[in-house]
């Protein structure tokens, strides 16, 4: 009975693993082997935790043990949004089995009176969203008072969407006496600052301290313009021929928009979709469902839309646009590659967004390899010159001159050659480099088109001067 790869290693209850048996999972996630002990025994638990990782059932199982049914209000799980805890409550409610414990999810944008009648007739475990939890209480609804665990789930998140107040204030209604576990992808100081505040000692369960963690997926970068972004999308949504379903994230709701419409109106026979987070509660989980059932092939949301979506067939991610946060990026990745599959991150990186790619190779170790954007013949959008794509971080295209010192070129002389030809403000020149018979300039990516043809059409050397972009 005690064999250290199943679930009946630990002290649970029947229910529980005839649950987890009926569910067919045969062996417990590293998460679940690391957390599980350790948050059975009571001790307070602060652990790294990748989203598809199993975290949910590595809080699930001790948060259910822990409970006894007799309708008190025992574990308070809060989640960032909404998705996530729905997601979090559905688990929950097969993992107890046959148990008559109540687990149910809280949050707002749906109507409270609902959610008051179930608090009031009882119910063991609540998952939810701050803000509703908090209007919970101050309704008196809700008293966590005699809590017996608490839980913070995905908890940098809940840190970048500016909860961490709200926390702070659920946690000072609560009890010292409860026990605390806290899963987040990374640690920023804020989180350990509140875990010194509100734990008791706490067990780390760190999968790798200075290492981002993130699933066994194949990460691939393309410079591209903003301008041809849709093209590339285009080219790499064919490439994929749509085998298993596709997310593409964009940072604004109003992009998101913009490609639903962009693609779905070159794109016929696919389902492509949104989510953003001006929608309905209830237009989000209808466009969540059915991606989860497979009726969507195409997905395109923000972050914090797709939240807690939990899909196992998602095989391709796309960055249309690359987050300004590392851990934004892990999750996104974290959607494909689920439990095991193959998967594929793939993101179209401008050149502003190039610091970030150098941040999360270099700081964080990842591996993003460069990739062509592959051509072929289905597009439905055509890809426009756009100098952004050769820029540097500061705008500038390198220019490759056909001469050198030897016919009398110098710095100075090219850069007042240059400036001779067009109006050109002196910013627009970046670093000059001469060498025998050819030499660079940095040209801004503004004023390239005019300085290629005004080179190319002047005649001062007798002869023509060949431009190449370096
Ligand atoms: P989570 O990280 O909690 O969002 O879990 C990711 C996915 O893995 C969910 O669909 C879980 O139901 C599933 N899962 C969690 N633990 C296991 C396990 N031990 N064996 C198989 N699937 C699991």
Redesign the pocket.
Same mark, same amino acid.
């Given at each position: 009975m005690e064999n250290k790869n199943s679930?009946d290693q630990w002290p649970i209850s029947n229910e529980i693993i005839t649950a987890?048996r009926n !569910?067919?999972?045969?062996?417990?996630?590293d998460?679940?082997n690391d957390s599980i002990p350790f948050a059975l025994n009571g001790t307070d638990l602060l652990a790294q935790? !990748?989203?598809?990782?199993? !975290?949910?059932?590595?809080f699930g199982i001790p948060a259910i043990e822990r409970c006894i049914e007799d309708n008190s209000i025992q574990i308070l799980i809060l989640t960032p949004t909404r998705e996530l805890a729905s997601?979090?409550s559905e688990?929950l409610n097969w993992l107890k089995g046959s148990k008559k414990i109540k687990v149910d999810a809280f949050y707002g944008g749906v109507g409270i009176e609902p959610q008051i009648q179930k608090i009031e007739s009882g119910i063991e475990i609540l998952v939810g969203t701050p803000g509703r939890i908090i209007d919970l209480i101050r309704k008196k609804i809700l008293d966590i008072s005699k809590l017996k665990m608490l839980i913070l789930d995905e908890a940098d998140r809940m840190l970048d969407m500016g909860f961490f107040p709200d926390v702070q204030w659920i946690i000072s209604k609560s009890n010292d006496k409860r026990q605390t576990l806290l899963f987040s992808a990374t640690f920023p100081q804020e989180i350990l600052d509140l875990s010194s505040e509100m734990m008791n000692e706490p067990e780390h369960v760190l999968t790798s301290e200075f290492e981002v963690e993130i699933p066994d997926i194949s990460q691939k970068f393309s410079r591209i313009g903003r301008i041809n972004k849709s093209w590339a999308l285009s080219n790499i949504l064919f490439e994929f021929n749509f085998q298993g379903q596709i997310l593409v994230f964009c940072n604004t709701k109003r992009m998101v928009e913009m490609l639903e419409q962009r693609f779905s109106k070159v794109i016929k026979d696919k389902k492509i979709s949104s989510l953003q987070g001006d929608m309905s509660q209830s237009a989000r989980e209808k466009v969540m469902n059915e991606f989860k059932s497979g009726n969507i092939d195409l997905l395109i949301s923000t972050d914090v839309a797709a939240r807690g979506l939990?899909v196992?067939g998602v095989n391709l991610v796309v960055n249309y646009d690359l987050p300004n946060a590392v851990d934004s990026y892990v999750h996104r990745i974290g959607r494909t590659g689920?439990?095991g599959n193959f998967g594929v991150a793939w993101s179209l990186v401008s050149s502003e967004e190039m610091g970030m790619v150098s941040i999360l190779k270099n700081v964080h170790g990842l591996d993003i390899n460069e990739s062509e954007i592959p051509e072929n013949e289905n597009q439905y959008f055509s890809r426009k010159k756009d100098w952004n794509e050769h820029s540097n971080l500061f705008g500038m295209v390198s220019l490759s001159i056909d001469v050198g010192v030897d016919e009398g070129l110098n710095h100075q002389k090219l850069f007042d050659w240059v400036k001779g030809l067009i109006r050109i403000s002196d910013l627009a020149i970046g670093s000059i480099s001469i060498d025998e018979r050819d030499s660079k300039i940095e040209i801004h990516q503004s004023k390239v088109d005019y300085v290629i043809s005004a080179i190319e059409k002047n005649k001062d050397l007798g002869r023509i001067v060949h431009v190449a972009v370096v």
């Open positions: 679930f987890i !569910k067919g999972w045969s062996s417990p996630t998460i679940q935790a !990748k989203t598809g990782s199993g !975290k949910t059932v590595a997601q979090v688990e939990h196992d689920r439990m």
